[in-house]
């Protein structure tokens, strides 16, 4: 098998070849990194390839296996992560200049639990600095390109984690996802995309943007790799008291049980307002497939998630402002040189690390806490979640899993919303209220609008992950897999 | 308009480290003194990505402190950030309680004057301390920070403003620090700063209805620094009264050196400390079971205990209180009059060697409870020594300050340090012989009833014996040999 052939391959299909000697994990992994170099140019979803790391953690990936003691699935297989996630001994920079040049002490836990099943870590991805962004182009360090059509963005904010298995170069990523993070972009890039129910993957060692918001999750070019990415990190952490007790589900032994008797709730709210007749359509007819298979679709309503953008950006940034403060330069990242005293140190070094966005978020979040503002914004923002949350408990009462557009349109254009940031802010009109309400949602690809990958939301009860992985592969099994996207051959 | 016109109007906040062995979200060590940056990891150091984790041991601590001073603990409570940039804050925020402490309400009850007084509390939250700033470290003058401390767990300990005078509270301050260390669950000790007050302090017209406008003191590391920073306080606002110019309300600062208060921010530059429910810390419940747990685990308390010593060992009430202010004392007191046995009469015995002997060599050398060699056992049998004869009383200090210093059997110690008493008739006899004939002199003077040298030759018989003569047997044996006569009355 080619190069080319070996990284067009799913997880699963790697991971059998590896399985049956078909192939090295040295193979595997020098072939990824032969095409990271000849398509990151162009792409753009790696900020840091640690090749060497990669091909020692291959070899004794392919010892184990030799001797007879191969982990699992992920043994062997090439992974990259969000550079959101701490990384013992590589730089790890959340896309911002305030983090450039900071080594981690300590691998977090997703990562750890990647790495103790097996997996090669390639490198660590672009996304928007601190995760605050719907397009990647909030990265300090360069813009990421869409696989699809180099000129769109790859969706944000976990950009590089959908940019990188869109355009081959690894096997699974791991993403965030406070807002959308990790099923915008697997949506524009034509991937499955998995946000888990908040406190089913630990938190720790992943750079906090809204913590009570923020989830890290897997992509993956398959709902089956992603369930078994999803195996590999998710479960309880000491390290996080956020994180669940309940042990993690077998989300692979379920995977292939269909939709048959699925009630699917479909929101009305879901379907009006700037949603692209395209769009609409790849999802009504992702919807269809479902009753064809046995499914039943349900209407439901979930009045309060006109409210989620505004009160998603109460509290996400008022948790942003507090989890940024430790950024000061005192005691890692970027110190302002030639600074005089302790306020100009503290300006300053904020003043050159931080982009724009998360300084406008900063703001908004110091405004929303301040003495007078509190009870008006930050609490009336909880209320608001808790009413979003009940929409949700009342519509399980009729449905197993909600479905709906994950965007309203396909991937915009680099620079088409950067001037406004309430544009962009509307990327996530769907996907926010799944945060807010703290339920797993996935993004799983059901066809193309004007050439470019739509994705179909699901989002389902707590910690009902297995069910949403379920119901995505019917889909899934049904359109068969998506074409790759040819924008990178093409120019080749 | 003197100062004894205006009511003295004050509430202390109270910050306590407790003694866990480990930090408060991390498992660092909370050891004092050891080198900066030394006892950090990334959790307490604030490093990107990390998420603190609760030690079940404060919040059981917490409940502890919140029983024994009478508080409603809170089935559920809810920690905050407290948000504000110091270099000693590591993560630009301090985790704290706010809104929903883990007490509320309480009281203690102190005595000044003869008279009790209960003070009321208004809260007790969890909290973690921050790290320490250090100076002019480096040859030009830049700055170091030492996180060291940086999540050593605090309870802060709010009193409701019940306070009349400085001396109430002092008097407030040492019951509370009594009760703390009977707890376990801090040492008490100001200077190093694991014990610290900040006072609120107003003033009003007697008689006044409203309180005045309040100043925050801080930076007062003993008793005496409390009572000096609040009277000059007291005296600097009164003045303001009288003047007729208002009382800023402000955070003002203790120099000792100066003994006066001195303003340090004003309430215009008050931070905004911008609160809000702490997101990577689930609500913190305290169940029946651990409240059970708990009650069961309190110890007696020290006002309990001092009533106890007074009304059944018969002790003053100043030795119960002596006692009582420190739990390792009263402990220690306890434990060797069990050794000991007897009734009021051993007990005072007992109490007086602890606070005489004990607390003295505690004080002189400065170790804590654990480093003492000295055991209650130990003293219990140094006063059996002691009743028996068979040590003086300066044998018997000596014996304790070699126990408590180094350690041993009591026993051994006497026969190897030749501190035996001796009371043997004919050794005794001998050295009065000496000393008698040694001084023909004076002897003629004393029989001469000039002057009574009877003390003199105790002092010569009792250094021949190297002080270890029996006192009694010493005075008997001279007494007869002197003739007998009384002193001064001639031939």
């Not at chain 1, 699917?264 to 709210?269: A, H, L, N, Q």
């Not at chain 2, 009594?178 to 190093?192: C, H, M, R, S």
């Not at chain 2, 049998?381 to 003086?392: I, K, P, R």
């Not at chain 2, 029989?447 to 014996?465: H, N, P």
Request: hydrophobic fraction near 40%.
């Amino acid at each position: 098998m080619s190069a080319g052939e070996l990284t067009g391959l799913s997880l699963q299909a790697a991971s059998a070849r590896l399985a049956a000697g078909q192939v090295s994990s040295r193979q595997l992994t020098e072939a990824c990194l032969a095409r990271v170099a000849a398509t990151d140019g162009r792409v753009g979803a790696f900020l840091t390839v640690t090749g060497e790391r990669a091909l020692a953690a291959a070899d004794a990936s392919d010892a184990r296996r030799a001797s007879g003691r191969a982990s699992g699935p992920l043994d062997g297989i090439p992974v990259a992560v969000k550079d959101l996630f701490l990384t013992r001994g590589v730089a790890t920079t959340a896309g911002s200049r305030i983090l450039e040049g900071f080594i981690p002490p300590y691998d977090g836990t997703a990562v750890a639990r990647l790495q103790a099943a097996g997996a090669v870590l390639l490198g660590k991805l672009n996304l928007d600095e601190f995760a605050m962004g719907s397009s990647n182009e909030h990265s300090a360090y360069k813009p990421c390109h869409n696989p699809w059509d180099l000129s769109r963005t790859p969706g944000g904010s976990s950009g590089g984690s959908a940019a990188a298995l869109a355009a081959r170069q690894c096997f699974g990523t791991l993403g965030t996802d406070t807002g959308g993070s990790i099923r915008l972009p697997a949506s524009f890039c034509g991937v499955v995309g998995l946000k888990p129910t908040y406190g089913r993957v630990s938190r720790y060692g992943v750079i906090a943007f809204a913590s009570s918001l923020d989830q890290p999750g897997p992509l993956g070019r398959t709902t089956w790799d992603v369930a078994a990415l999803l195996s590999a990190i998710a479960g309880p952490d000491p390290h996080d008291p956020t994180c669940a007790a309940r042990p993690a589900d077998d989300y692979l032994s379920a995977l292939e049980n269909g939709a048959r008797g699925l009630r699917i709730g479909v929101p009305r709210e879901w379907f009006g307002g700037g949603l692209q007749p395209e769009v609409e359509a790849r999802v009504r007819e992702a919807l269809a497939t479902y009753q064809r298979l046995g499914a039943t679709l349900v209407e439901i309503s979930l009045p309060h998630s006109r409210y989620g953008i505004g009160a998603y950006y109460l509290i996400a940034t008022a948790e942003a402002s507090a989890n940024l403060a430790r950024y000061d330069g005192v005691r890692f990242g970027l110190r302002a040189p030639g600074v005089r005293g302790l306020k100009e140190l503290y300006a300053e070094s904020r003043e050159q690390g931080f982009g724009a966005e998360p300084k406008r978020r900063i703001m908004l979040g110091t405004y929303a806490l301040s003495a007078g503002y509190y009870q008006a914004d930050y609490l009336r923002a909880q209320q608001v979640r808790t009413l979003i949350r009940r929409d949700f408990d009342a519509a399980f009462t009729r449905c197993d899993v909600v479905a709906g557009p994950v965007a309203p349109w396909p991937a915009f254009k680099l620079g088409e919303k950067t001037g406004d940031p309430l544009q962009m802010y509307l990327a996530d009109i769907f996907t926010i209220t799944c945060n807010l309400a703290a339920l797993p949602g996935l993004s799983v690809p059901c066809g193309l609008a004007g050439g470019l990958p739509v994705g179909l939301q699901l989002v389902g009860r707590p910690f009902d992950e297995a069910t949403l992985l379920t119901a995505a592969r019917a889909l899934e099994r049904e359109l068969g897999p998506p074409p790759a996207p040819t924008a990178l051959e093409a120019k080749a | 308009m003197p100062v004894a016109d205006f009511e003295v109007v004050l509430g202390l906040e109270v910050h306590a480290q407790l003694l866990t062995r480990t930090k408060i979200f991390c498992g660092c060590s909370t050891a004092f003194g050891a080198e900066p940056n030394s006892q950090v990891c990334p959790i307490c150091l604030g490093m990107p990505g990390v998420l603190p984790a609760l030690n079940a041991q404060v919040v059981e601590w917490a409940v502890k402190t919140g029983l024994a001073l009478g508080c409603a603990v809170q089935p559920v409570s809810v920690f905050s950030r407290k948000n504000y940039f110091y270099p000693d804050l590591p993560k630009g925020y301090q985790i704290s309680q706010f809104e929903l402490p883990i007490c509320l309400g309480g009281g203690l009850t102190i005595t000044v004057d003869g008279q009790e007084k209960l003070i009321r509390l208004t809260r007790i939250h969890m909290e973690e301390d921050a790290g320490k700033n250090l100076h002019e470290l480096a040859a030009d003058g830049g700055s170091g920070v030492d996180l060291n401390r940086a999540g050593v767990p605090l309870l802060e300990i709010v009193s409701e403003p019940d306070l009349r005078s400085a001396d109430e509270a002092v008097e407030y301050l040492k019951a509370l620090r009594a009760i703390l260390l009977a707890l376990g669950v801090n040492d008490g000790n100001l200077e190093e700063g694991s014990f610290r007050c900040d006072a609120n302090v107003s003033v009003m017209r007697r008689g006044a209805t409203e309180y005045g406008t309040r100043a925050e003191i801080k930076n007062m590391n003993s008793f005496r620094f409390l009572k000096q920073a609040v009277d000059f306080e007291v005296r600097r606002q009164v003045a303001l009264v009288e003047a007729g110019e208002p009382v800023v309300q402000e955070t003002r600062l203790y120099d000792p050196v100066r003994g006066e208060t001195r303003s340090m921010r004003s309430k215009e530059e008050a931070h905004d400390y911008r609160y809000f429910p702490e997101p990577d810390l689930p609500p913190v419940r305290v169940d029946e079971a651990l409240l059970a747990r708990v009650r069961a685990s309190l110890p007696e308390l020290p006002r309990a205990r001092a009533a106890r010593y007074q009304q059944v060992l018969g002790l003053p009430a100043q030795d119960a209180g002596v006692l009582v202010g420190d739990g390792a004392l009263a402990d220690f007191f306890d434990a060797a009059l069990a050794a000991r046995g007897g009734g009021a009469e051993a007990a005072r015995k007992v109490a007086n060697w602890t606070i005489g002997e004990l607390s003295r060599l505690m004080n002189e050398t400065g170790l804590p409870p654990p480093a003492w060699k000295l055991t209650p056992a130990g003293l219990a049998e140094v006063l059996a020594l002691l009743d028996a004869g068979t040590v003086s009383g300066a044998g018997a200090k000596a014996l304790v300050e070699e126990l408590f210093r180094a350690g041993g059997d009591p026993g051994a110690l006497v026969k190897s340090r030749g501190l035996a008493q001796v009371s043997d008739q004919g050794a005794i006899e001998a050295a009065v012989d000496a000393v008698l004939a040694a001084s023909p002199a004076d002897l003629e003077r004393h029989r001469s009833g000039k002057k009574d040298l009877t003390g003199f030759f105790v002092g010569q018989v009792m250094k021949a014996l190297k002080g270890q003569g029996n006192p009694g047997v010493v005075n008997a044996l001279l007494k007869k040999k002197l003739g007998g006569l009384p002193p001064g009355e001639g031939r």
